[in-house]
């Protein structure tokens, strides 16, 4: 199938490198010059596990090209998918300028019969909306239809994510366009979900609410635990074995960050308000995890004179680990907090001190200072504090004993949990954690 993708990031480049895979000939479109010079070179734009080597593998077969040519592209492709962003408003709803760009586009180029799918997460209503856009600003006398197909891939495992997708959810109410998105998956051998645009648009902000709801739940009986004198890990593993449960998203810590819990559970909080009902329990989640995020922060504060002048140690950018992803990340609210109470910050991830450079680049800086370090090590060096704020293997990787070895005073506040506080207290850490005695 000849298929063009818009939108070169995690969803974008994820899926067209893996309907490549899948023997598809796919070219991928960006409005970014650069990700498309860097793309044809072999080199992923964004650090995803296994991506770069099968980009450069089905580059060289001939299987994916790159381009900013969005007419040639979409001239004549069989299927376009959407996969463009849809970052959030400051009213909480989402932004939809990208889509209509795209929209506008592929109006004003498609030349043959084409499908229109969109991948981006959009609010309920816009599948609609795209395909009388399209309709509205067509050039050419040609049949054009759009369905939906939400992505459900994480980062961090995205590549796996999609070609072992749970699931796959079609949302249609056109035969034709159902057995085209059929034929693309076909090769995955992947369980199809089959319903409505709308549920298709309502299925992808329910599933992320309700892990978003998952996360902040435990993070609220973590921070019963603290009260009680329980350890929200033995809850968590008790809670677990039961099915109904399961296992997954029962981690505690300093909440979910990232470019889709944030802004998906603010978005359908918007589209339910605006249909004049509350949803109470994802605005619980939204609530709890605005909250938690800097309650490590506070912790420090009541247990410190001041900040100011203090070397603190920064472990872990990237709002989880395997992303180079910053977007929302809890970090960024900490830093925030800790510069303006005059801390020095040594900050150290193993692959998102590049991208926070850039966005610290731009930011005038009043109080405290930062420095980036190429190793843990050298963050923690002589440190007065350390924040563990991701738990990347490198950061797990350190033994209780070194932060006593290398660091001035052993204080460690740890939002990911990593290290037992038993161990940690034997290797003569003063150690916080979150739900943990
Ligand atoms: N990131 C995830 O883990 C994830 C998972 C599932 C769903 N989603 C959803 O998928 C969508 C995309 O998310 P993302 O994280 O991949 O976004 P992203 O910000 O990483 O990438 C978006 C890309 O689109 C490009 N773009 C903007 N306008 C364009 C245009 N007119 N033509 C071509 N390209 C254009 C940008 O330059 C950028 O490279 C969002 O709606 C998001 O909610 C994301």
């Known amino acids: 199938m000849r298929i063009a993708v818009a939108g070169t ?6 899926s067209g490198v893996c309907f490549a895979e899948m023997g598809h000939e796919v070219i991928c479109v ?15 734009p964004i650090y995803e596990d296994g991506l770069e080597e099968m980009m450069r593998r089905n580059y060289m077969e001939g299987r994916i090209d790159y381009t900013t040519d969005y007419a040639a592209a979409y001239r004549n492709a069989q299927v376009i998918f959407i996969g463009v962003g849809t970052p959030e408003r400051p009213d909480g709803s989402a932004d939809l300028s990208y889509v209509t760009q795209v929209a ?8 043959s019969d084409c499908l229109v799918v969109i991948k981006s997460t ?16 067509l050039k050419n006398d040609v049949h054009i239809e759009v369905a939906s197909n939400p992505e459900f891939l994480s980062q961090g495992t995205a590549v796996r994510d999609t070609l072992k997708a749970r699931r796959i959810v079609i949302g249609t109410n056109s035969k034709g366009a159902e057995k085209l998105l059929r034929e693309i998956y076909e090769p995955f051998h992947l369980p199809i979900v089959s319903v409505t645009r709308r549920s298709a648009e309502i299925i992808k902000y ?20 603290e009260l009680v004198g329980a350890n929200v890990q033995d809850v968590a593993e008790g809670m677990g074995y039961d099915t109904r449960i399961g296992k997954d998203f029962l981690k505690a810590g300093i909440g979910y960050g990232g470019s889709c819990f944030p802004k998906d559970t603010k978005a359908l909080d918007f589209l ?26 506070e912790k420090a504060q009541n247990r410190l004179l001041s900040f100011r002048g203090l070397k603190t140690a920064i472990l872990g950018l ?49 109080k405290g200072s930062i420095t980036y370090c190429d190793d843990a090590e050298f963050a923690l060096r ?13 950061i797990k990787e350190i033994m209780p004993e070194q932060y006593g070895i290398w660091m001035k005073n052993a204080l460690v506040y740890d939002g990911r949990n990593i290290y037992s506080p038993e161990d940690m207290r034997k290797a003569g850490v003063e150690y916080y954690s979150i739900g943990r005695p």
Do not use: H
Request: proline share 3%; aromatic share 10%; glycine share 6%.
């Open 272 to 297: 339910a308000r605006q249909k004049g009902y509350m949803l109470k329990t994802v605005r619980a989640a939204i609530e709890v995890n605005e909250t938690q995020s800097v309650r490590l922060f």
């Open 382 to 394: 002589d440190a007065n504090i350390c924040f563990i704020f991701t738990e990347w293997k490198e």
């Open 30 to 44: 960006d409005t970014d010059q650069e990700k498309i010079r860097t793309m044809k070179k072999g080199i992923s």
């Open 318 to 366: 990237t709002f989880k680990p395997g992303t180079d992803d910053l977007r929302a990340a809890p970090s960024l609210k900490n830093i925030e907090l800790l510069l303006n109470a005059g801390a020095d910050l040594y900050v150290y991830d193993p692959v998102g001190c590049k991208g926070f450079k850039q966005k610290y680049s731009q930011k005038k800086i009043e």
């Open 9 to 14: 990031g995690y969803v974008g480049l994820v």
């Open 206 to 225: 329910a599933a992320n609410d309700f892990l978003a709801l998952k996360i902040s739940y435990m993070n609220e009986i973590a921070n019963l635990c």
């Open 104 to 111: 506008r586009q592929i109006a004003e180029s498609v030349e």
């Open 122 to 137: 959009v609010p309920v209503g816009t599948n609609d909306k795209v395909e009388q856009y399209i309709k509205d600003f």
